[in-house]
C-alpha cells in the first residue's frame, strides 16, 4: 500500500506548529473515493475538490484507488485552506512522482488550474520551519518575501503545482528567495505628518514627547477643531524606529489578520490604528467565529491605538481595554485551545468635554446640562482612567497663534531627543511605562523637595495608589528627557500637572 507523508504546519495566535500531512492510498474502497481525517474544519474538507481538479488540470492525473488523509496531530484542528499544497503533494508522492520530502515544509492554497494562491502567516511558519530544523520551505511566491526575513530556512516561492513539483524532482535547477538582511528593515523615511504642520499647543506637544520617550498613554481633552486629531496622527513620526525584531513580531501579526500587501516583506514603519467608535469587542480586542484573529489592540502592537471620540465606544468594549493596557497581552479561548495575541500598544484617546464640545469653553457656549455632562463623562471609568498615565486638555488654538508664521518645532528634532530617552531606558532593560513596581523607588527616588510636592497632590487630587505609580514613572520619563538622573521636584510637578483632568472634569 502506498503511504506518503509530507509536512506542514497550522497557525494559533501568532505562533504555528507543525502538522504531518500522511496520505495512504489503497484499493477496496470505491474509485476514486477521499477520506480526509484529523479534525479538519470546513475550508480543509472542501480542499478534496480543489486538489483533485488542481490534479487533473496540471496533468498528473489522479490514483483510482481511494485516498485516506490524515493530519497529525489529530486532536488539534486544522483550519484554513494552506494544506491543500502539501496534500496534492502527498498524494503525488505516493504516486510515486518524486521520493521522500522530509526536509520539505509546504504551505499554499490551490486554484483548480494549480495555480498556488497565498496564504496568512507565511512569516510564522517560518519560524516554525527555523525552530523544527527544517531546511526548505515552499511557499507560494506572494508569501516569498515575507518568510524569506527568517534566517536559518530556504524559502522557495512557486506559483503553480507543476513547478512545485519541477522543483522537487530537478532541485539543482532552482534557487531559493533572497533572504532579507536585519540592516534592511531599519529604513528611515520622514513622516507623512510632521509636528511643524501644528500651530500651537506647546503644551500638548510637550505632553506627547514625554508619552513617546516613555511610551505613556494619553488622554487629550479639548473642544472640537482644536487639533487632537492632528496632533495624534504625528505621534507615531516621532517614536523610535522599529528594531528588527520588533520588526518581525508586528508583521507576523500582520501577516496572520491577511493585512499585508501582496509581495510585502517587513513592516517598516509602527502601526497607527484608528477604529471607528462602532467597533465590537472582538473587532478591538480580538476574537471572531472559527479562527481566533487579532484585533485592534493586537494590530496596533508596538504602536500606536488612537481612539477618537472616547466616550461613544460602548462602555463593554472601553473596559476590556483594561487587561491588555496592565499585562501587554490578550488572551482568547476556544473549544479544546487557547491562544495569546501580543498588545504592547500606546494608547491615545481623544474626547469633548461634554456632548456639544464646549463645556468650559471661554468663547462658546456649552448647551449640556450638569447630568448630561456627568453622563457623558461617566461613560470612561475611574480604573480605565488610572491606566491612561497622561491627561491633558487640549484647548482651541487663538487666532494670534494661528495665524503666526513662526516655524514650529519638527518631529525630527522631537525624535532625536525621545531616542536620547528611549537609549537610557533600553539600558534599564524596559521603557518607563513598564517599569515594575519593585523598581519604582530606587530608579524615582526623590529628594524632599520632591517627596512634599507628591504628597500634598496625593491628598489634594484624591489619588489612588497606581496613579502614585504612574506620577512617577512619567517623571522618571520627563527626567530622562532633561539628561537627568535624579528625578526632582520640577520633573514631579510637570507629571502631576498631567493628571489635572481627574480634579478638572471626573473629580
Known amino acids: 500500500m502506498p503511504l506518503f507523508k509530507t509536512r506542514s504546519a497550522a497557525v494559533y495566535g501568532i505562533d504555528a506548529h507543525p502538522v504531518d500531512v500522511e496520505v495512504d492510498l489503497y484499493r477496496g474502497g470505491v474509485g476514486r473515493d477521499f477520506m480526509?481525517?484529523?479534525?479538519?474544519?470546513?475550508?480543509?474538507?472542501?480542499?478534496?475538490?480543489?486538489?483533485?481538479?488542481?490534479?487533473?488540470?496540471?496533468?498528473?492525473?489522479?490514483?483510482?484507488?481511494?485516498?485516506?488523509?490524515?493530519?497529525?496531530?489529530?486532536?488539534?484542528?486544522?483550519?484554513?485552506?494552506?494544506?491543500?499544497?502539501?496534500?496534492?503533494?502527498?498524494?503525488?508522492?505516493?504516486?510515486?512522482?518524486?521520493?521522500?520530502?522530509?526536509?520539505?515544509?509546504?504551505?499554499?492554497?490551490?486554484?483548480?488550474?494549480?495555480?498556488?494562491?497565498?496564504?496568512?502567516?507565511?512569516?510564522?511558519?517560518?519560524?516554525?520551519?527555523?525552530?523544527?530544523?527544517?531546511?526548505?520551505?515552499?511557499?507560494?511566491?506572494?508569501?516569498?518575501?515575507?518568510?524569506?526575513?527568517?534566517?536559518?530556512?530556504?524559502?522557495?516561492?512557486?506559483?503553480?503545482?507543476?513547478?512545485?513539483?519541477?522543483?522537487?524532482?530537478?532541485?539543482?535547477?532552482?534557487?531559493?528567495?533572497?533572504?532579507?538582511?536585519?540592516?534592511?528593515?531599519?529604513?528611515?523615511?520622514?513622516?507623512?505628518?510632521?509636528?511643524?504642520?501644528?500651530?500651537?499647543?506647546?503644551?500638548?506637544?510637550?505632553?506627547?514627547?514625554?508619552?513617546a520617550a516613555g511610551n505613556h498613554n494619553v488622554l487629550m481633552v479639548g473642544p472640537p477643531g482644536s487639533g487632537k486629531t492632528m496632533l495624534a496622527k504625528r505621534l507615531a513620526g516621532i517614536l523610535p524606529h522599529l528594531t528588527f525584531d520588533e520588526a518581525i513580531e508586528t508583521t507576523r501579526i500582520h501577516s496572520i489578520a491577511g493585512l499585508l500587501p501582496p509581495g510585502g516583506s517587513l513592516l517598516r514603519t509602527r502601526p497607527f490604528r484608528a477604529p471607528h467608535h462602532t467597533i465590537s469587542d472582538a473587532g478591538l480586542i480580538g476574537g471572531g467565529s472559527g479562527t481566533a484573529r487579532p484585533g485592534e489592540v493586537s494590530l496596533a502592537h508596538h504602536g500606536v491605538l488612537f481612539l477618537d471620540e472616547f466616550p461613544e465606544f460602548p462602555r463593554n468594549v472601553l473596559e476590556i481595554l483594561r487587561q491588555p493596557l496592565e499585562d501587554g497581552y490578550v488572551t482568547i479561548a476556544r473549544s479544546g485551545i487557547s491562544v495569546r495575541f501580543p498588545a504592547g500598544f500606546m494608547l491615545v484617546a481623544a474626547m469633548n468635554p461634554c456632548p456639544c464640545g464646549y463645556y468650559g469653553d471661554p468663547t462658546r457656549e456649552c448647551r449640556c446640562t450638569p447630568a448630561i455632562i456627568q453622563r457623558y463623562l461617566g461613560k470612561i471609568s475611574g480604573p480605565l482612567l488610572d491606566r491612561i498615565d497622561i491627561q491633558i486638555e487640549v484647548p482651541a488654538v487663538p487666532y494670534k497663534e494661528l495665524r503666526a508664521g513662526e516655524v514650529a518645532e519638527n518631529s525630527a528634532d522631537m525624535l532625536a531627543r525621545v531616542e536620547q530617552a528611549r537609549e537610557v531606558q533600553n539600558k534599564r532593560g524596559q521603557t518607563n511605562s513598564l517599569m515594575p513596581t519593585r523598581l519604582i523607588r530606587k530608579l524615582c527616588a526623590l529628594d524632599d523637595s520632591g517627596e512634599r510636592t507628591l504628597e500634598m497632590a496625593m491628598r489634594k487630587m484624591s489619588l489612588s495608589a497606581r496613579a502614585h505609580d504612574r506620577i512617577l514613572r512619567v517623571s522618571r520619563t520627563i527626567a530622562d528627557l532633561d539628561s537627568s538622573a535624579q528625578v526632582g521636584a520640577k520633573h514631579i510637578a510637570e507629571a502631576i500637572q498631567y493628571r489635572s483632568l481627574d480634579r478638572n472634569y471626573w473629580n
Open 36 to 211: 480526509l481525517v484529523g479534525m479538519p474544519d470546513t475550508a480543509v474538507r472542501e480542499s478534496r475538490e480543489r486538489i483533485k481538479s488542481a490534479l487533473m488540470n496540471s496533468g498528473f492525473g489522479y490514483p483510482n484507488q481511494a485516498v485516506t488523509v490524515n493530519l497529525a496531530p489529530a486532536h488539534v484542528r486544522k483550519e484554513g485552506s494552506g494544506f491543500d499544497l502539501p496534500m496534492a503533494l502527498a498524494i503525488l508522492g505516493a504516486m510515486g512522482i518524486f521520493k521522500g520530502l522530509d526536509r520539505h515544509l509546504a504551505i499554499g492554497e490551490l486554484s483548480l488550474d494549480g495555480a498556488v494562491r497565498p496564504v496568512r502567516g507565511a512569516l510564522s511558519i517560518a519560524v516554525c520551519a527555523r525552530e523544527n530544523r527544517i531546511e526548505n520551505l515552499i511557499v507560494p511566491a506572494e508569501n516569498a518575501p515575507e518568510a524569506a526575513v527568517v534566517e536559518g530556512v530556504r524559502v522557495f516561492g512557486v506559483r503553480h503545482l507543476a513547478e512545485v513539483v519541477a522543483m522537487l524532482t530537478k532541485p539543482e535547477d532552482f534557487a531559493p528567495h533572497m533572504q532579507e538582511s536585519p540592516g534592511s528593515a531599519r529604513v528611515f523615511t520622514e513622516p507623512t505628518h510632521d509636528f511643524r504642520d501644528v500651530r500651537g499647543q506647546t503644551t500638548a506637544k510637550r505632553a506627547l514627547q514625554v508619552a
